[in-house]
């Protein structure tokens, strides 16, 4: 079983619509989460970064993370066309960084 | 600043070649971690190197193999290449750690392996 996993889609809703991404993890050890957005032919870029249980929002995009459960989410607000993306959830903890898959995620105008 | 730097962006070799990438970190980052992405097992973390030195590995066979010079700029060598070691190998730079809120990540070389 991997450390985390993620549905890799692909997910395509239309422009406006509101978009959920999950993943879920297995040791209760990693204490910080993470949302990357990864462009087509780019790098990751760190979009949220969190800590604790709860909702932590920027803007369209709200991370959401029930350690009880182990499982983080994402939910992007008033899709648009350029939030279009691979987004991969990440836990950390004392240097150790484990990745999900990724969703790839499109959004038509 | 400048970003993170990666040469070649796209390389193609046969099995049983070896190959070398370059990484060239944020100025002032002494931290370089290198990942392997593919479709199916996602980002996965190779090693990092902090001030020349092999700081963390992660579970990949001795033929990946890395190096930092004293600049920071690291390379990063697979031997024997096999076909699955098709692949996106990113890195990434930091100031001191792994923390993930100073890490960047750079935009990758793209190795076929035919």
């Known amino acids: 079983q991997k450390e985390v996993e993620q549905d890799p889609g692909p997910l395509s809703v239309p422009e406006g619509a509101i978009v959920s991404l999950n993943c879920t993890y297995s040791?209760?050890?990693?204490?910080?989460f993470m949302w990357y957005r990864q462009y087509s032919r780019k790098g990751p870029e760190l979009l949220m970064y969190?800590?604790?249980?709860g909702n932590k929002e920027d803007g369209r995009f709200t991370a959401q993370v029930d350690k009880s459960s182990k499982y983080i989410s994402l939910f992007i607000r008033d899709s648009q066309p350029s939030d279009s993306a691979t987004y991969l959830c990440?836990?950390?903890?004392?240097?150790?960084?484990?990745f999900g898959a990724g969703t790839r995620l499109t959004v038509k105008p | 600043k400048a970003g993170v730097t990666q040469t070649p962006r796209y390389l193609i070799k046969t099995r049983g070649q070896q190959v070398t990438l370059s990484c060239s970190p944020i100025?002032?980052?002494?931290?370089v971690s290198w990942y392997q992405q593919t479709p199916g097992q996602g980002l996965q973390f190779l090693f990092e190197?902090?001030?020349?030195?092999?700081?963390n590995k992660g579970n990949f066979p001795g033929r990946f193999s890395g190096r930092q010079f004293s600049n920071s700029r690291s390379e990063m060598n697979v031997s024997t290449l096999e076909l699955g070691d098709s692949a996106l190998y990113l890195c990434?730079?930091?100031?001191?750690?792994?923390?993930?809120?100073?890490?960047?990540f750079g935009p990758g070389t793209r190795l076929t392996v035919l």
């Open positions: 990434a730079s930091s100031p001191m750690s792994l923390a993930p809120n100073e890490q960047f």
């Open positions: 040791n209760s050890a990693f204490q910080y």
């Open positions: 969190t800590y604790s249980s």
């Open positions: 990440a836990i950390y903890n004392n240097n150790d960084m484990r």
């Open positions: 100025s002032g980052h002494r931290s």
């Open positions: 190197y902090f001030s020349e030195t092999q700081r």
